[in-house]
């Protein structure tokens, strides 16, 4: 997942940029770029690290410009380096310069790239980012450039929340399905400033009002000069399948996305979890900061105090020395520590949003049963996670999946739970406004696209 | 503040040195030291910043031996730079080397420093630490090692935990009046391996049994081969007098400290300063995260639901580009943002530990207000800090301390507050097993000793 | 200017690669980078700095693969950022991953770049380099990749050496006029691994012994298993322009290009232009490090003494804090400080290679005089700097060039010298073997190829 | 070794310390530090590196006042990390602030340590500064400050040139023998700023006049604001013994110290040693940087033309990724190579100023040789170094002093010469105008002192 941010005509375009990739850092923290427009060319600037880390004050001078896109991105395989940071700026048919920020994943760049690069395209990274380009550049020749992104979006397939900067127009767009957030704000007492972003927390730190969302298979085209934008529609007919794992897990919790309040999402799938299988504890602690949310639901529906008892160390670094053999789960227990006395002698609902690999839940469960709990239930406001996502969530691969592996209660036995309990997927959506507009792929295997073929 | 950890006879003694800092980094954040024994000389490495930044794997690897102290600082003026990281470690008469890590303030150090100095003592730094060593290397000529930090005890007012290395002995030694905390635990499976720790974080993160505490008015002394510790006490007929300050405020909530576990000391603040001023509300929202704890009795005590709705960016280093004047509060905001859903329309009892200068505050209050809380009623864990503290913590001068110039109610009229209530000073005693043995000086102006003459 | 390198067949490429860029640092200081070829793709890593920073012993491990090729670039307006930093490695049609490194600058670049971008090509950098890439790619849907290589060269004007990793091959090649410096060696007891450099000392340091020059106008390829390598000729008829100013300042003294030893010829330059304007003095002087190897030459002819009367700071960084105004051209004197007494009452004869702007001579000589010189005569290894360069030497502008806006004589004057002379072009062209296969354009003002249309 | 500069009554002391120590930086690169006195109160501020890497503006900024000190040392055994960085700055006796910055070795370090020791005083390092500092603070109950240094002197033995500040006095001395350098000078229309440093080439890049030596056995006194300075002699009957080592290796070309300019003294050893031992050669070559100035000397008596014929690799970092093994001496390489055609067929005389351990002598005379050298005649500057030195030159152990095992003779067969020749002692004293004030117990073994008693 990455995180993507856009502003039209403000003055400040590059600093409001820096801010709201900052407000945005929880969504990639590998790579982060800004480019800004200044009436004439595109000014770039990527690094490695963290926003804080890549952009000095002198770097926000240099990008001058009334009109900026950001990136911050999410490491994974094969997009090594810096090579591979966005937002990418190219020069193209007359002269004509475009930035590009993509928030997603092509189901179909291996047949895409192979027909460009067939057509003479080049590519320099590995990132799909690159294709849309091609795409663009190539339709061109006929087209204008609202065409052109228009007719390009019907060869893509999959998710893609996208922020383009060309000759004055900040452009945004989403795919028809819709998979990945992008909302429109504007900023305050200047009409002519919009702002887009991956989630509404950005706005709120620029204090800038959100406008509503960018629909599923709209194109949105702020021109310069102008207070209005324009919208294009594409895709109709195409369902629309948000991810449900952003409202899960990924966004943050003050953020409103896809119509919903994250913060309040999460604590109705605490409600609905303990709803769904009732067992009386003494408290209710989350993993944090993960499970705090549907913890604090799931303790009101349960009666039962919330208790923050398991401490964050705010001082770990990214790498740290490592302890040698003895020190046993070094790794979890330097980052949280449990207090004893909330945990002692006590019946406990410990909360979850996701079991993914698993090591971290057995790692704290046996802590809990050393401290001396009495009763240990463990509850995930979340199905199971058994299917790889193709549309940007970076889920490790099938083998390491325990829910693959495991039923549910082959996993309480083997992690010594008196109870475990995975919120259903009908709970799931039931906490949501429009149930049917979301893809719940890696619970259920059920994907709205095609499947991508293997380069 | 400061944090000290100590370690004997334990094969890895600067690693676990190394985790134990890091567990106490809390308590200061600006040095950090280790002195090492290895059977015949000590090795030290002192560095400016976070534990994880100072020292690599090869620093530990060059810090050898089986005894080991170490130190984290926080930063005040008059003790910029690394020549003033601690611990130190000396050569004196004999050839002896005597290592020393300091926690505390010494009342009278400008009477004592230029007693010293008239008797040819020279002094590298402005830090008390020096003038412990003066004191007991002018001892040493008539007396041993522990009579002579005893005999220098005496000459001694004020705050002083102290972990002291010498010949392969480990020492450790708490003030009379036990300002400070100093713990005693030992490592699993190995007798002769004895812990000192500020906190009892330490203890957990190395799986260390927590014993007790060192008492105020008690040396420790572990010799190199022996099982058992010899203890000396001093200072008898001085009242006891821990600092409340720790309780409420300074140590992490997952440490017990004075026989107090801090978490649940804090709830108990909580709940004493609902009932000290009830009001009905429609939740409870602390200032993260050192309002939290509190906030969670409050919530049990006022039968409201805790909310977590103030929302930390994790990712916010310690210095950002300021934006320009027309974004107000940035370095507020940048931090924390409010779920506006949770805060809208509501009834809403906020919680935090303290109010030092009030700035946070006051911006915080006028958000709630902005996004449009029904009532705002504050909750502050602790009585107005109207004193400035002698031994050793760190509080603004009396120009910049609100409470100084501002009764609760002017403050509540001038924060724009519906309510505001501030803890008792006998509702904060109540939550302590032994309310006479604290100091809260910083509360009530009554100091245990006499005051510091300025030097 | 750059410096390149390239390596077939050898199991440490990208080590070896290293070290060849290491001794190529001189040619380009602000950004490097790597490509490697392991059999099935390509590994890159570029950044900014110099090579010792840039790689590390992890960086060169992740480099595998047995071709490598190598850049360092210096830096001009706008090439600002790691996006520009070189070799480019990109995949085209039919999955061809081609990387390329190159030294020059296309006179018609602009042009080529338009005729490009309306086929649709993208470009990501102002570099000429992809230019080069988008040329070849278009050609090969028909043609080999040598003969695509071969017609995109028919398009390009201006200087160029290049190589290229393309599936296995090492390609060299020098632009028909053979502008820049390209040369061929082998391993050591490696008959199948051939390298490629700018400049033989990159050879030297590598202990691979030097074949010959890529002749002005051929392609070179080094395919994989065949201990052979292929010639291809080019743009026959074209007069070799080879840059007079590598001789003059650019390479080390200590390589052989064009067939010169830099050394020897250089010390021509210096006899030359004693002979050409003789005069009695006590010693002579170099400007360290560029005039050094002309005043040997000089004082040989002269048959006075060669002093080395000018001592540089080795310790003195990139940056440093300036000292208020009240220091005059600290910058120059921090850097190099004379030798008072073998200056004092004595006949100087100074030598530098060139003369720019003049800010340096100037200072220097004002000390002489203050220190108290006899008489100061300035030699010059080069004729007056009058035109711009648009092969890739990176002179100031006009504005700044001294000997645009004054003749000798008024810059003798100007400069308080007693005399001044420059090494005649014809004196220049006497040390060179061929003087008709030079370029001089930036002493003369001949351009061998037309001049570039501004953009 | 080491490097010190002081400046009075200067407003921007700091800064001009900073360009002083920037000019003696070849003296020392491990540590540098600064103390400056504001009037009322020492600052200071060190740290590990070079004195561009250490100093930032806003550091320079906040060392106030117009009295400075300064240091650059270098690394040795035992002085690890920045606690032993020099000057240090302390408190003694009525609150007297005193800071001292030292060069050169005690000889009975041991002993005085060890009396101090058992009157009390405590050492947090290992350096010779802190014996200076407690037998001065012993003796000021009784005497004036100036008495009291010139008492401590008195049981001092070995190398001492100090500058020490205190309460706004300068004070500048040198040790009896005189072993080190330091100089008077005075700031250009400052009368009343006086300047010390190790070596004039300070004051050249300051504009500061050079006045005088300290003499050996002299203490200078510079009070605030008096113009003159006061001086005391102390040591009487010593013999002046002042290190030739400094004429022959360690203090920069541009410098003048003990009365010699160096670079013609270096010459005057080359001169010397041609004469020794005549030879008939193509060219005189030297050993970059060290060997060039005794090589012009030996050219221009040899008739030989002097060839700057090994080029210096600017760009080496201090450290570098090695080669693997079958790249042979790559570290003597990477740093200096050799102009081929200036050696092949040649006979060379080969020049530097001292040979130590012999490895890198021995890889380049090979390379000679491979070259294909006719002849190579190798002349050192300064006779054979047989024995270690007490007084501050950081000489190998006698098991890595290749002379102490190799007759030259020997010498000369192993490393495939076909002559060597040391310059005499004889010799090298006939290059100095008191050949009776050298100490040259390196080569000789007679030590002006008592040898140091082992710990």
Redesign the interface.
């Known amino acids: 997942m990455c995180g993507i941010f856009g502003i039209s005509g403000h003055k400040?375009a590059s600093?409001?940029t820096?801010?709201g990739l900052?407000?945005l850092?929880?969504r990639g923290?590998e790579c982060t770029g800004i480019v800004t427009y200044d009436g004439k060319e595109n000014h770039?600037?990527?690094g490695g690290g963290?926003?804080?880390?890549v952009?000095?004050?002198k770097d926000?001078s240099a990008l001058v410009g009334e009109y900026a896109i950001g990136h911050v991105r999410y490491g994974s395989a094969g997009n090594r380096?810096?090579?591979s940071a966005l937002p990418?700026?190219?020069?193209?048919?007359?002269?004509?310069q475009l930035a590009i920020a993509h928030d997603g994943k092509i189901i179909n760049a291996p047949q895409l790239?192979?027909e460009l690069?067939?057509?003479?395209?080049?590519?320099?990274s590995n990132s799909d980012t690159e294709i849309f380009?091609?795409l663009i550049?190539?339709r061109?020749?006929n087209l204008s450039l609202e065409e052109a992104i228009l007719d390009a979006c019907k060869k893509i397939e999959g998710a893609y929340s996208v922020l383009i900067l060309a000759n004055g127009k900040l452009i945004a767009l989403r795919d028809p399905h819709g998979f990945h957030p992008l909302l429109i704000g504007r900023m305050p007492d200047e009409k002519h400033s919009y702002v887009f972003a991956s989630e509404s927390?950005a706005f709120?730190?620029?204090?800038a009002e959100l406008i509503r969302d960018v629909l599923p298979g709209e194109m949105v085209v702020v021109e310069k000069g102008t207070e209005e934008i324009v919208s294009y529609r594409f895709g109709e007919g195409t369902p629309v399948r948000q991810c449900i794992f952003e409202l899960v897990y990924f966004a943050?919790?003050?953020s409103t996305i896809f119509g919903e309040?994250v913060?309040?999402c999460r604590k109705r799938m605490g409600h609905t979890m303990v709803r769904e299988a009732r067992q009386e504890v003494d408290c209710v602690i989350p993993f944090p900061?993960s499970g705090?949310?549907a913890a604090?639901g799931a303790?009101?529906e349960a009666g039962a105090?919330?208790?923050?008892?398991l401490?964050r160390?705010?001082?770990?670094?990214r790498?740290?020395?490592q302890?040698?053999q003895s020190?046993r789960e070094?790794g979890v227990?330097?980052k949280i520590?449990?207090?004893?006395?909330?945990i002692q002698d006590r019946k406990l609902m410990v909360v979850d949003d996701s079991i993914v690999r698993g090591t971290t839940v057995r790692t704290r469960v046996a802590k809990f049963r050393e401290i001396g709990a009495k009763e240990v239930h463990f509850r995930v406001s979340s199905p199971p996670v058994l299917h790889p996502c193709c549309y940007g969530v970076d889920f490790p691969s099938s083998e390491e999946l325990v829910a693959v592996h495991h039923s549910p209660e082959e996993l309480r036995q083997e992690l010594g739970l008196d109870s475990l309990h995975y919120l259903s997927i009908e709970g799931l959506m039931s906490t949501v406004s429009c149930p049917n507009s979301y893809c719940a792929a890696c619970f259920t295997g059920v994907y709205p696209t095609a499947l991508p073929i293997a380069e």
């Open positions: 400040e600093r409001l820096y801010f900052y407000a850092q929880h923290q770039l600037q990527v963290l926003v804080h880390d952009f000095q004050e926000l380096g810096v090579r990418l700026s190219v020069r193209m048919a007359g002269g004509l790239r192979k690069e067939d057509e003479g395209a080049i590519f320099q380009i091609h550049s190539h061109l020749r927390c709120d730190l620029l204090e943050r919790p003050d309040n913060y309040q900061d705090i949310y604090l303790a009101q105090p919330y208790e923050h008892a401490i160390n705010h001082y770990v670094g790498t740290f020395i302890p040698t020190m070094f227990r330097v520590n449990p207090v004893h006395s909330m």
